[in-house]
């Protein structure tokens, strides 16, 4: 099973700038979506972004031209580098991995929360105002 290990987060004020990086183990599935989400507690997850094993990216129409998703060559790390940050911004943020079989969506396709699918445990982004 894919393990995923997430560090970079911490505190920083509106505008300013983080950068989130998700350790990824040696086995991941051959082909994938894997996406950063952000929660906070008692709502719904967010996608924030995601590749898929083809390299193609994508973001939730929020972050768009403010983050950036980038997976290094040997797929052994998925980066989000986040600017312009927003106090709307603060949630954990978490890193996911599907089988690709099992990944959701319509152009953009997004890890599910079946059995297939592996998470982190976050890490915390808190932007001030």
């Known amino acids: 099973e894919p393990k995923l290990v997430e560090s970079g987060g911490g505190s920083v004020q509106a505008g300013g700038s983080l950068r989130l990086s998700c350790a990824l183990s040696?086995?991941?599935?051959?082909?994938?979506?894997l996406a950063w989400y952000r929660q906070v507690a008692g709502k719904e997850r967010v996608g924030v972004a995601g590749v898929d094993s083809n390299g193609a990216t994508f973001y939730a129409d929020s972050v768009k031209g403010r983050f950036t998703i980038s997976q290094d060559n040997t797929q052994s790390t998925l980066d989000l580098q986040m600017d312009r940050l927003k106090p709307e911004g603060t949630s954990l943020y978490y890193c996911?991995?599907?089988?690709?079989?099992?990944?959701?969506?319509?152009?953009?396709?997004?890890?599910?929360?079946?059995?297939?699918?592996?998470r982190g445990q976050g890490t915390q982004v808190t932007v001030s105002s």
């Open positions: 040696e086995y991941i599935y051959e082909t994938y979506c």
């Open positions: 996911m991995v599907d089988s690709w079989n099992h990944c959701t969506g319509t152009g953009d396709y997004w890890p599910s929360e079946g059995s297939f699918a592996v």
